[in-house]
């Protein structure tokens, strides 16, 4: 089988929405992948930050086998045991009060599932949120993006939402009223360009939020398990959400999200409000479970964070260094970018890295966003930065 004719087979099949680079892979182990030709990769970008554990673990790969041989799926009339486990782990790891679950298959039916909760709980129809966020692509999640380019065709069908400039506190303080349900924010943007907001941006959303009794919505899908060196990004500065949303690196691969609340925000809820055939499913819960069992087990969000601070380092010194090629490092453990000046250079520099040998991903068209695995092997993580930051200045 060719490259080639793989195209073909996909250009007379496939609804035509999605733009992919030339390589077919096959096969993943640890922070490596292989392509159709057998050819190894270093995989910088995790399959967008999901793969937390690296690909196939074998913990994971167990825990799903065993679960599939057991029960695969059951509908929610029943008890199952796998999703019991995992939400009262998630109670464990998350700040107080976060104990409440519900369980989706993708980060963007949680975001749904979230925005309706906002809804029930406070009886309001309006949110806001922030320029250059994304949130997801079913239309609750996509009302409250602040990226255009993926609203605008279906701006009619989606929820009243205010977007205001991300990172700029007096404009949340300007925009959220006593009409607000929710303030929707990642407390970092990842999609958006790995933005940072200023130190306290997030305590005050906190106040605003409480001010009018409207809910602080975390969407932690890219930044929640470990990713930026902490359960949550929102602990960084000591701040619980209402709600918070949970997805990638959740499942390690598997597709399984969450959205959790508060035990004042859940008594909001009645019988029926929400569901799912999936919601809950044993083997995705079973795969999540294994995987925080995993990074419990390997300190990986500990190691997020120190390794992350050492890549971070690496990067600013190359921003210095090339002030002309690179204009900002940035970012938390293990979840960077580097902003470089040229986008077209930023836009070939994937496919470039993939004749090198590395996967590593382009967001908002110049920033080079590294989200590897978070127990990616060193011996693998600097050669593949070198050569990244090689192709970047040439
Ligand atoms: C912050 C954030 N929210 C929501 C989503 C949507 O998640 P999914 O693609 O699983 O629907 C993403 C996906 O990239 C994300 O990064």
Same mark, same amino acid.
């Given at each position: 089988?060719?490259?080639?004719?793989?195209?073909?087979?996909?250009?007379?099949?496939?609804?035509?929405?999605?733009?992919?680079?030339?390589?077919?892979?096959?096969?993943?182990?640890?922070?490596?992948?292989?392509?159709?030709?057998?050819?190894?990769?270093?995989?910088?970008?995790?399959?967008?930050?999901?793969?937390?554990?690296?690909?196939?673990?074998?913990?994971?790969?167990?825990?799903?086998?065993?679960?599939?041989?057991?029960?695969?799926?059951?509908?929610?009339?029943?008890?199952?045991?796998?999703?019991?486990?995992?939400?009262?782990?998630?109670?464990?790891?998350?700040?107080?009060?976060?104990?409440?679950?519900?369980?989706?298959?993708?980060?963007?039916?949680?975001?749904?599932?979230?925005?309706?909760?906002?809804?029930?709980?406070?009886?309001?129809?309006?949110?806001?949120?922030?320029?250059?966020?994304?949130?997801?692509?079913?239309?609750?999640?996509?009302?409250?993006?602040?990226?255009?380019?993926?609203?605008?065709?279906?701006?009619?069908?989606?929820?009243?939402?205010?977007?205001?400039?991300?990172?700029?506190?007096?404009?949340?303080?300007?925009?959220?009223?006593?009409?607000?349900?929710?303030?929707?924010?990642?407390?970092?943007?990842?999609?958006?360009?790995?933005?940072?907001?200023?130190?306290?941006?997030?305590?005050?959303?906190?106040?605003?939020?409480?001010?009018?009794?409207?809910?602080?919505?975390?969407?932690?899908?890219?930044?929640?398990?470990?990713?930026?060196?902490?359960?949550?990004?929102?602990?960084?500065?000591?701040?619980?959400?209402?709600?918070?949303?949970?997805?990638?690196?959740?499942?390690?691969?598997?597709?399984?999200?969450?959205?959790?609340?508060?035990?004042?925000?859940?008594?909001?809820?009645?019988?029926?409000?929400?569901?799912?055939?999936?919601?809950?499913?044993?083997?995705?819960?079973? &795969?999540?479970?294994?995987? /925080? @069992?995993? !990074? +419990?087990?390997?300190? *990986? =969000?500990?190691?997020? $964070?120190?390794?992350?601070? %050492?890549?971070?380092?690496?990067?600013?010194?190359?921003?210095?260094?090339?002030?002309?090629?690179?204009?900002?490092?940035?970012?938390?453990?293990?979840?960077?970018?580097?902003?470089?000046?040229?986008?077209?250079? &930023?836009?070939?520099?994937? /496919? @470039?890295? !993939? +004749?090198?040998?590395? *996967? =590593?991903?382009?967001? $908002?068209?110049?920033?080079? %966003?590294?989200?590897?695995?978070?127990?990616?092997?060193?011996?693998?993580?600097?050669?593949?930065?070198?050569?990244?930051?090689?192709?970047?200045?040439?």
């Amino acid at each position: 089988m060719s490259i080639d004719s793989v195209r073909e087979r996909e250009a007379r099949w496939f609804l035509p929405v999605v733009k992919r680079l030339p390589i077919v892979l096959v096969e993943g182990l640890g922070s490596r992948v292989r392509d159709l030709d057998g050819r190894e990769l270093v995989d910088l970008s995790a399959g967008w930050g999901v793969t937390a554990i690296g690909h196939c673990h074998p913990a994971l790969v167990e825990a799903i086998a065993a679960q599939a041989g057991r029960l695969m799926q059951t509908t929610n009339l029943f008890y199952t045991l796998p999703q019991l486990d995992l939400a009262e782990k998630l109670a464990s790891l998350m700040p107080a009060p976060l104990t409440r679950s519900f369980f989706t298959s993708s980060g963007t039916e949680a975001m749904d599932g979230a925005l309706k909760l906002a809804h029930r709980a406070t009886g309001r129809t309006r949110f806001v949120s922030t320029h250059d966020s994304f949130h997801g692509r079913t239309l609750g999640a996509l009302g409250v993006n602040g990226q255009e380019k993926h609203r605008a065709p279906y701006e009619a069908l989606l929820p009243a939402t205010t977007r205001i400039p991300y990172g700029d506190a007096a404009a949340a303080r300007d925009a959220v009223d006593g009409r607000t349900a929710a303030f929707v924010v990642e407390p970092i943007q990842g999609e958006g360009g790995v933005n940072v907001p200023p130190r306290g941006y997030i305590t005050a959303l906190r106040e605003i939020c409480d001010a009018h009794g409207a809910l602080l919505l975390a969407d932690e899908i890219q930044t929640g398990i470990g990713r930026t060196g902490a359960m949550l990004a929102c602990e960084h500065e000591g701040v619980v959400p209402d709600v918070v949303t949970l997805g990638k690196g959740l499942g390690g691969g598997f597709p399984i999200a969450a959205f959790l609340t508060t035990e004042a925000v859940a008594k909001t809820v009645a019988l029926g409000d929400h569901g799912g055939t999936y919601a809950g499913n044993p083997l995705g819960c079973a &795969a999540s479970n294994a995987v /925080l @069992r995993v !990074i +419990e087990e390997e300190k *990986l =969000v500990a190691r997020a $964070a120190a390794l992350g601070e %050492r890549v971070l380092a690496k990067l600013r010194a190359f921003a210095a260094e090339h002030p002309d090629v690179a204009r900002e490092a940035r970012g938390r453990g293990l979840l960077l970018g580097l902003e470089l000046r040229d986008a077209e250079r &930023a836009g070939q520099l994937p /496919l @470039r890295a !993939i +004749e090198r040998g590395v *996967l =590593v991903n382009v967001t $908002a068209g110049r920033v080079v %966003r590294l989200f590897p695995a978070l127990n990616v092997p060193e011996d693998d993580l600097w050669p593949a930065l070198e050569t990244v930051l090689a192709l970047a200045k040439a």
